[in-house]
């Protein structure tokens, strides 16, 4: 049994706050890395702020934050009513007042991705989640190999058409 949390939240700004310091408390107390638990709240931000701008509701009303740990991996995942557009990572200009998000997930995250279930959009994230006992600045840089991903049961195959494009791991332009 894989430990779960999951979070039912309003579909409103309070929301991601309430969300990043719960994320960082149990990862905290999970012995997660620091730099890990920043990594994991920055995508969370991300994904519930796509989600409240972009996204309507969960026929509950709510947005749904989920998250795990296998081994030094945590998956989040940030569930919605979806919306009339599908969510990718699109480019951005200097100029720009948005449209960063999920190019800041890509960045921070082993993979990304995008399911659809029941009426339901959720964007999830892989994320390195090194405890904090490792050595100071160890942290997992390969790709996840395919043994790593079948431990993530609910993570959908994806053929080269839904695979999120670009390398798994890169820097995100300064």
């Known amino acids: 049994m894989r430990p779960t949390s999951v979070a039912m939240l309003p579909h409103a700004p309070a929301s991601v706050a309430l969300a990043r310091r719960r994320l960082r408390s149990e990862l905290t107390d999970a012995g997660v890395c620091d730099s890990a638990v920043d990594d994991a709240n920055l995508i969370v931000s991300e994904l519930l702020s796509n989600a409240l701008r972009h996204a309507r509701p969960l026929a509950s009303g709510k947005i749904k934050l989920a998250w795990f740990r296998r081994g030094d991996t945590i998956e989040v995942s940030v569930s919605d009513g979806g919306a009339s557009t599908e969510p990718r990572c699109g480019p951005s200009t200097l100029s ?43 942290r997992v840089t390969a790709p996840v190999g395919a043994a790593a991903i079948a431990d993530f049961a609910d993570l959908p195959d994806l053929d080269d058409e839904s695979r999120p494009s670009g390398p798994a791991t890169r820097a995100y332009p300064a």
């Open 96 to 138: 720009s007042l948005g449209g960063r998000g999920l190019g800041i997930v890509e960045s921070l995250a082993q993979r990304w991705g995008v399911r659809h279930d029941n009426g339901a959009t959720t964007v999830w994230a892989l994320v390195d989640a090194p405890s904090a006992a490792a050595p100071a600045g160890a």
